[in-house]
């Protein structure tokens, strides 16, 4: 099911919010999965260079059972915008897909672009880089992250559409 949303919208109805619950990712990322717009609460990340909790996290449930149906979540990975490795390639986005992620957002690269252009999941990165992470072990879950200069928290709420990512610290729609 597609969420019914723009993001235009909802910024036009908190353009003037001063409390910081409602928050713009800056336009820097690119789509990669096949699904372009898409919804969730959020799941973090923080790892660089080091993918064992991305991993972790899309082999895991990525999706909440509520009252009003099966709500896909979305995993933001704080990758410190690293350019040198990538996070997320195409088995870990066929996980992603597998287990009912909503969506992925990494603060850094991918790679395996023509499988994961082939997903239905929405996937969005700064850029491609072939070279894999190397596995270390490292990094920490369920934190808040800053993402390109903007606070995003677990449990906020993602809006991703062709115009860009907004978040909430509430549900919107």
Known sequence: MTPSFATCDLCDAHKN???GDFRVLPPVFKDFGSTQKF???VVTVKCFEDNTLVKAAVDSVGYEDTPAGRVGKVLVVDGGGSL???LLGGNLGAAAVKNGWAGVVVDGCVRDVAELGALKVGIRALASMPLPTEKRQEGQKNIAVQIQGVWVRPGDWLYADEDGMVLSAASLI
Do not use: H, I
């Open 17 to 19: 919010d001063t409390s």
């Open 84 to 86: 040198r490795r990538a």
């Open 39 to 41: 919804s969730g609460p």
